[in-house]
Nanobody, 121 residues
Framework: QVQLVESGGGLVQAGGSLRLSCAAS????????MAWYRQAPGNQRDLVAA???????NYASSVKGRFTISRDNAKNTVYLQMDSLTPEDTAVYYC???????????????WGQGTQVTVSS
């Protein structure tokens, strides 16, 4: 069984920084893409940033230049460094991974439980 466990959320003032972490554990053969999504109340879940196994990244336009996604393949962990936070960044942040549990098996999508990020003005 695969688990994605997030940490690092919390309350921060506008202009501040937070660093989210997400560690994947369990029966993992290979992880392809990892990403962070966020969902504010009443909104859909949107992509914040994604990183492929080779290191290529993409970002939502609203966070480009402020957020940085990275990963440690040896630890099956993805990070999201969030700087210059604004109240509009307030949301539940979810970790995502596309991974295979055994060699030759399909890649499936897995989600973390979410971590709350609140930015006060």
């Amino acid at each position: 069984q695969v688990q994605l466990v997030e940490s690092g959320g919390g309350l921060v003032q506008a202009g501040g920084s937070l660093r989210l972490s997400c560690a994947a554990s369990g029966s993992i053969f290979r992880i392809n893409s990892m990403a962070w999504y966020r969902q504010a109340p009443g909104n859909q879940r949107d992509l914040v940033a994604a990183i492929q196994s080779g290191g290529s990244t993409n970002y939502a336009s609203s966070v480009k230049g402020r957020f940085t996604i990275s990963r440690d393949n040896a630890k099956n962990t993805v990070y999201l460094q969030m700087d210059s936070l604004t109240p509009e960044d307030t949301a539940v942040y979810y970790c995502y991974a596309s991974l295979a549990t055994v060699a030759g098996s399909p890649y499936y999508k897995y989600w973390g439980q979410g971590t709350q990020v609140t930015v006060s003005s």
